[in-house]
């Protein structure tokens, strides 16, 4: 084996990692997953990752999903799971893109 | 060496070569290391005036780590004349520079396809070993796991390669959605990063 160097560095986070870039604020936006997740009230907001801000409130995930997918045709959808099932509970996430 | 520059301490500089032939080595280093908790730097993503050598010179000072893939470094046949292209074993030899001259160091690597094949190129590194990785993803994956081995959270060779396969399946919307016409301009390569470290993080990248 050759040589070798140990890391010690943490792995940084997301947002820290997209720092690094040096992109502008609304380029780094952009590039942000949009997340899906059911409200208290059982409606469905979209969001930023990052932001606090409703994007928008749907009555059902499917509308929330398809409205995600339209403010990011390209990018990553994050849903919050709402049924506990073999492959993932109510604390997980799907990707749906 | 003249001025302070900040290093650091998680950038790895990439000297690759920039084309469709590449694609997927290109792919597999950027989700290798990320995977590894590192930061991939070319220098495609400076913008400005500067004096191209010079926007070289200082990404690489700017990164602990330099990696230098010379698999592809061959004769140029396009005219003129068939020529060698230098620019690549050229920057390397920046970097073996600055492990000799910054105070704080700097660690290069080479990387080729064959064996024995950087002995007849560039016989000045006889007594360093090159990683091969056969010009292969799973080559690159496993090198970067040989050179860099991090002291916690180390990813497996299996989790590199579904990274990989993850990001590979959306090359095509990274050059939709930033209208490059490759994966080495830079919006496309800031997109391919981000997309990386989502498919790395998973959830945890949300917040």
Same mark, same amino acid.
């Given at each position: 084996?050759?040589?070798?160097?140990?890391?010690?560095?943490?792995?940084?986070?997301?947002?820290?990692?997209?720092? /690094?870039?040096?992109?502008?604020?609304? &380029?780094? +936006?952009? =590039?942000? @997953?949009?997340?899906?997740?059911?409200? !208290?009230?059982?409606?469905?907001?979209?969001?930023?990752?990052?932001?606090?801000?409703?994007?928008?409130?749907?009555? /059902?995930?499917?509308?929330?999903?398809? &409205?995600? +997918?339209? =403010?990011? @045709?390209?990018?990553?959808?994050?849903? !919050?799971?709402?049924?506990?099932?073999?492959?993932?509970?109510?604390?997980?996430?799907?990707?749906?893109? | 060496?003249?001025?302070?520059?900040?290093?650091?301490?998680?950038?790895?500089?990439?000297?690759?070569?920039?084309?469709?032939?590449?694609?997927?080595?290109?792919?597999?280093?950027?989700?290798?290391?990320?995977?590894?908790?590192?930061i991939p730097r070319l220098t495609l993503r400076q913008p400005g005036k500067k004096r191209r050598l010079d926007k070289i010179l200082s990404e690489i000072r700017?990164?602990?780590?330099?990696?230098?893939?010379?698999?592809?470094?061959?004769?140029?046949?396009?005219?003129?004349?068939?020529?060698?292209?230098?620019?690549?074993?050229?920057?390397?030899?920046?970097?073996?520079?600055?492990?000799?001259?910054?105070?704080?160091?700097?660690?290069?690597?080479?990387?080729?396809?064959?064996?024995?094949?950087?002995?007849?190129?560039?016989?000045?590194?006889?007594?360093?070993?090159?990683?091969?990785?056969?010009?292969?993803?799973?080559?690159?994956?496993?090198?970067?796991?040989?050179?860099?081995?991090?002291?916690?959270?180390?990813?497996?060779?299996?989790?590199?390669?579904?990274?990989?396969?993850?990001?590979?399946?959306?090359?095509?919307?990274?050059?939709?959605?930033?209208?490059?016409?490759?994966?080495?301009?830079?919006?496309?390569?800031?997109?391919?990063?981000?997309?990386?470290?989502?498919?790395?993080?998973?959830?945890?990248?949300?917040?």
């Amino acid at each position: 084996m050759g040589r070798s160097v140990k890391i010690r560095t943490r792995i940084p986070s997301y947002e820290e990692f997209v720092d /690094t870039l040096g992109l502008s604020k609304a &380029r780094r +936006r952009s =590039l942000a @997953p949009i997340i899906v997740e059911r409200r !208290e009230s059982g409606d469905y907001a979209i969001r930023r990752s990052g932001s606090e801000r409703a994007s928008g409130v749907f009555p /059902t995930q499917r509308e929330a999903v398809e &409205r995600a +997918r339209e =403010l990011s @045709p390209y990018g990553a959808v994050f849903v !919050e799971r709402v049924r506990d099932t073999t492959v993932g509970g109510t604390d997980k996430w799907r990707k749906v893109s | 060496m003249p001025g302070v520059q900040k290093v650091t301490q998680n950038a790895v500089f990439l000297n690759i070569p920039y084309g469709p032939k590449f694609r997927s080595l290109y792919i597999a280093y950027v989700a290798g290391l990320i995977q590894l908790g590192l930061i991939p730097r070319l220098t495609l993503r400076q913008p400005g005036k500067k004096r191209r050598l010079d926007k070289i010179l200082s990404e690489i000072r700017s990164c602990r780590y330099s990696i230098h893939d010379l698999s592809m470094v061959v004769v140029d046949r396009n005219p003129p004349p068939p020529t060698p292209r230098f620019n690549m074993p050229f920057e390397l030899g920046l970097a073996v520079a600055l492990d000799k001259l910054a105070p704080e160091g700097h660690d290069w690597f080479v990387f080729e396809a064959q064996d024995y094949r950087l002995l007849k190129s560039l016989s000045d590194l006889n007594g360093t070993d090159p990683q091969i990785h056969k010009g292969t993803v799973r080559g690159v994956m496993s090198q970067l796991l040989n050179i860099f081995r991090r002291v916690r959270n180390r990813p497996t060779l299996a989790e590199m390669m579904h990274t990989y396969n993850t990001t590979s399946r959306r090359v095509e919307m990274i050059l939709a959605k930033t209208g490059a016409a490759s994966l080495f301009e830079a919006r496309a390569f800031e997109d391919l990063c981000a997309e990386v470290k989502i498919a790395v993080d998973g959830p945890k990248a949300l917040r």
